[in-house]
């Protein structure tokens, strides 16, 4: 069984610019997270989808994110326009249908760099 | 809120045993995982604990107290891989969203 894979692995880009973020579930995972952990800080929730729709956004930082799951299966994550402070690793995460009492599987991260 | 409290960093010798100590105080309790993360890795499951008590796992173990707020996370026979940082998550009743510690980092030397 394929793990939860990211893409890209590394990004660095200008202030200003824009960045899309890319994340592929575990096949027959309904729920889809992601987090952010920004240096020397906790990983930090960010939102949770069940299946596309968008469960819980409360983490999201500001109207400069957005993350989409177009028929509930990959998504993406697009920072517009990039900013210094939204330098970090990214974080996709993956379970089961039911959230309660299922284990969630990360990947390995997008590290995102912002000069 | 919540508020998940972790040593940052803690140093043992291989072969030996260690501890890592998480402490929490959140507004709901429905589970605690541990993860390990190796630098530039994923982080990978270790254990959930939902209950009171010792889960033992092969070299790992992790124990619960919810009346105390507390978990700790007991690596035994010490390898060098198991040099990584080790992460406590509680997870909210409500939203099942786990919210995470900062981290143990956990150097194991020769």
């Known amino acids: 069984e394929a793990g939860v894979t990211q893409f890209p692995s590394h990004s660095v880009i200008e202030k200003g610019q824009t960045v899309t973020l890319r994340c592929d579930p575990i096949s027959g995972h309904d729920n889809l997270y992601w987090y952010r952990r920004v240096m020397g800080k906790e990983i930090k929730f960010l939102l949770h989808f069940v299946k596309e729709s968008k469960q819980d956004e409360s983490g999201m930082p500001n109207n400069r994110f957005l993350a989409e799951r177009t028929g509930g299966t990959y998504s993406t994550l697009k920072v517009q326009p990039a900013e210094l402070e939204d330098s970090g690793v990214y974080f996709c995460?993956?379970?089961?249908?039911?959230?309660?009492?299922?284990?969630?599987?990360f990947g390995e991260g997008s590290w995102l760099t912002v000069v | 809120g919540q508020n998940i409290d972790q040593p940052t960093e803690m140093t043992a010798t291989e072969g030996a045993i260690v501890q890592i100590n998480c402490t929490y105080q959140t507004s709901g309790f429905n589970g605690l995982f541990w993860y390990q993360q190796h630098a530039g890795e994923a982080p990978t499951f270790l254990s959930y604990?939902?209950?009171?008590g010792l889960e033992e796992k092969g070299r790992f173990s992790s124990f619960l107290s919810r009346s105390k707020g507390y978990s700790y996370l007991l690596l035994k026979e010490l390898q060098m891989k198991d040099s990584a940082s080790y992460l406590c998550?509680?997870?909210?009743?409500?939203?099942?969203?786990?919210?995470f510690g900062r981290g143990t980092s956990l150097i194991v030397h020769p």
């Open positions: 995460a993956s379970s089961r249908n039911s959230p309660s009492g299922n284990t969630i599987y």
């Open positions: 998550a509680v997870r909210d009743p409500g939203s099942y969203i786990p919210t």
């Open positions: 604990n939902v209950l009171d």
